[in-house]
């Protein structure tokens, strides 16, 4: 009989096969399981960009003054149209022989094809409007006015309205005006979101690749086996499958919204979470072989001692997630239950799928180092030459002074917190790469009003539309204001209000821009309470305040629930609070050495005020994850060795494999600076740093030595607190 079917129990010979044909069973029914599964999910995960929304305007709630403006508008213009803007130049002025070359491509607009049929005119939210020619006489500005509500709608090969147009008048471009000796740029909104489309193009395949390339590698060096990380990575894929399937259905019914940011963020947290959990389930796993013949046992004694702080750290990050509900903003709100359903995806799949194939290999799937039966224990290194009995010595023997200077050492890195600029970036500044849009914008300020064809939308009561105007052009920063939609055309009443249009010397969505817009908005609110002001800078000054106002609200409501968690499974309140103030002092450092980065080094130009919102979730929900594997295995080995001599057990035991958790956690989200968005590479590298400074600072010194050098007192009011 094979060693690993001998049931170390002592069960008689005649009950082991049908207790072997059973688990054989269970096996292959699990595994069959998630191939269908994997099979309905796959497609899915690669129909999510189908499904994105990306556009400010959508993720504002309907009581916002720009949404209110945005609404109102469309019964004086069409508020839905999105502009591009095709910016025509030559550095010895424009000629009668471009203008006439100009001209004829904009008769040529409307029939240009868009493929499946489709033309561009067949989506235009009105017709092309003549060049206006710039006062220096240097440059044309030609704008396409699209219907923004189909923008979203797919044409030829998958490509959606929004880039075919771009991509269409880029082609048109090189073929009619470049070879005349003008340079030709399109930009504008229609041009930004085209060139996001782009970046954000490869979220399916090259992101979901880099991540699993570089969990391969690291398991590879963790494991020394070439079978495992395999097995590993499969269980990965397998949740995200299983997050898409149903992540699909209810993004494109509207039933929750998701942008390229968050489903970037779904692909890195499946990939991580579920690497982690089979790391601690593996990592168990193979300690209990070296007890047991029977893989059955071994992973019976595994899979249970595993499952409570895999599930509860899974329900801590899930729970803080859907505290992004709270939000007022669609995009943060439509992250929680997307990040939720992932970490929900990596949960299942890591406590069925991965100890399914575990032991459909059985301790093969270890090799070149096969464990053995051997009573051989990681607790046996506290003390040890080894790394981790090293660190769990020193903690014994220098509790107080490790965890006072680790302490000290993380409130200097915290004092820097203040300086992270999180105000806002325009959207010329997310591109870490250079593209045509946000080159054309640097041209079209060099010609025009930078905040020409962007105007700010004020509706007002008839009776001031006159003192509006006269109010608007005082504020520094406004370039021109009008009722009138064309001089000498009287302005449009409707329901007693008009729409004054105002334009922006600034660039309309830099952060000088929302500066204006809120002036405006302050002088405006003196004239009447009834004047609301909108527009697209509008819509990101109101971004900024609903992030601001996010912050307030769901980072205590975030802690309320991870203090919950761990009150609950630790069954102690003291564990409970110093767990969160570390992992809060760890986020503080953090953000701190993020700021000085990113101010001194990178030299960037700000940051997205949700960065610091989706730093906290995942660096203090995912954070505490190490935190909940070493406090539970401490927990475990208190019972049997007393609190002192458990906490440095359990932190010899736990070291190896929750290091290697964070490093594997920190390089997937590392990921996500392959795509060229500054709001990606920013959360990239803090939530990296971030796990890093978690596991190999917070969770290895910080918090055994404070346990260590509280005692029993840190399981107050448990039994377990009473020792002597």
């Known amino acids: 009989m094979h060693d690993d079917d001998q049931n170390a129990a002592g069960a008689s010979g005649k009950q082991r096969p049908p207790r072997r044909w059973a688990w054989r069973a269970a096996i292959a029914a699990v595994l069959i399981g998630w191939l269908v ?15 994105q929304q990306n556009d400010n305007a959508n993720f504002l709630p309907k009581d916002a003054e720009s949404t209110v403006v945005a609404n109102e508008a469309g019964k004086f213009v069409d508020s839905k149209a999105l502009p591009y803007f095709v910016l025509v130049e030559r550095d010895s ?8 070359n100009v001209q004829a491509f904009q008769a040529k607009v409307a029939t240009l094809d868009l493929g499946g049929g489709k033309k561009l005119g067949d989506y235009l939210a009105s017709p092309v409007a003549p060049a206006i020619r710039s006062e220096d006489g240097k440059a044309l500005l030609l704008t396409v006015q699209i219907d923004g509500d189909r923008a979203d709608e797919v044409v030829a090969e998958g490509e959606t309205v929004l880039y075919a ?35 954000f193009s490869g979220i399916d395949g090259i992101l979901l690749g880099v991540a699993l390339a570089v969990v391969f590698v690291i398991l590879l060096i963790v494991y020394r086996s070439p079978i495992l990380p395999i097995a590993v990575l499969l269980t990965a894929v397998f949740g995200l499958a299983l997050a898409a399937l149903v992540v699909y259905p209810l993004a494109k019914n509207g039933v929750l919204q998701l942008n390229g940011q968050s489903q970037g963020i779904l692909f890195i947290l499946v990939v991580g979470a579920a690497t982690d959990y089979s790391l601690l389930l593996v990592s168990r796993y193979k300690e209990e072989l070296h007890d047991y013949t029977s893989k059955y046992e071994a992973m019976r004694v595994a899979w249970r001692a595993s499952i409570e702080p895999i599930a509860a750290s899974a329900a801590t990050v899930i729970l803080g997630l859907l505290c992004l509900l709270l939000s007022k903003l669609g995009s943060t709100k439509g992250l929680g239950p997307v990040g939720a359903f992932g970490i929900a995806g990596a949960l299942i799949a890591s406590m069925t799928f991965l100890p399914a194939i575990l032991l459909a290999f059985g301790r093969r799937i270890f090799w070149p ?18 790394l981790w009995g090293r660190v769990s010595g020193l903690v014994g023997r220098r509790a107080r002074r490790v965890w006072v200077v680790t302490a000290l050492a993380l ?5 820097f917190l203040p300086t992270f600029k999180a105000s806002g970036t325009s959207q010329e500044d997310l591109f870490l790469n250079e593209v045509e849009s946000v080159t054309g914008q640097e041209e079209l300020a060099k010609h025009f009003d930078a905040g020409a064809g962007t105007p700010v939308q004020i509706l007002t009561p008839v009776a001031q539309a006159d003192q509006v105007v006269q109010t608007a052009t005082k504020v520094d920063g406004v370039g021109a204001a009008s009722a009138s939609p064309a001089p ?9 209000k008009v729409l004054v249009q105002a334009t922006l010397e600034v660039p309309a969505d830099s952060p000088e821009a929302t500066k204006v817009v809120k002036h405006l908005r302050t002088e405006l609110d003196k004239v009447s309470p009834d004047i609301l002001v909108g527009g697209n800078t509008a819509i990101n000054l109101d971004v900024l305040d609903a992030a601001q106002r996010d912050l307030r609200v769901i980072i205590p409501t975030i802690l309320a629930v991870i203090f919950v968690v761990l009150m609950l499974l630790l069954r102690s309140l003291t564990a409970a609070v110093l767990l969160v103030i570390a992992n809060v002092l760890s986020f503080g450092a953090t953000v701190g050495v993020s700021a000085l980065v990113f101010n001194h080094v990178f030299k960037f130009p700000g940051a997205d005020p949700g960065i610091p919102l989706y730093a906290f979730v ?17 927990r475990e080995e208190s019972q049997e060795h007393g609190t002192r001599p458990g906490i440095l057990v359990g932190l010899a035991v736990t070291g190896g494999v929750i290091t290697s958790a964070g490093v594997v956690l920190a390089a997937t989200f590392s990921a996500l600076a392959v795509l060229p968005i500054l709001f990606l590479v920013q959360i990239a590298f803090m939530v990296a740093f971030g796990v890093l400074l978690d596991t190999t600072v917070v969770r290895s010194l910080l918090v055994p030595s404070l346990a260590h050098d509280v005692g029993p007192k840190i399981w107050w009011p448990s039994k377990l607190s009473k020792e002597k």
């Open 37 to 51: 599964l994997a099979s309905l999910g796959g497609p899915a995960v690669g129909k999510l960009s189908e499904v």
């Open 411 to 415: 409130l200097a890195c915290a004092a």
């Open 488 to 496: 000498g055309v009287p302005p449009k009443v409707v329901d007693g």
């Open 93 to 100: 002025g424009i000629t009668p022989e471009d203008l006439k």
């Open 618 to 634: 995942f660096l203090v929900a995912l954070g505490i994850d190490y935190s909940i594997f070493l406090m539970t295995r401490v």
């Open 369 to 386: 180092s096969i464990p053995r039966v051997d009573h051989v224990h990681s607790s046996d290194q506290v003390g040890g030459r080894r």
């Open 165 to 199: 147009v771009a991509d269409s008048l880029r082609t048109a471009i090189k073929q009619d005006l470049t070879p005349t000796g003008l340079t030709v740029y399109v930009t504008g909104p229609g041009g930004v979101f085209a060139d996001f489309v782009v970046a």
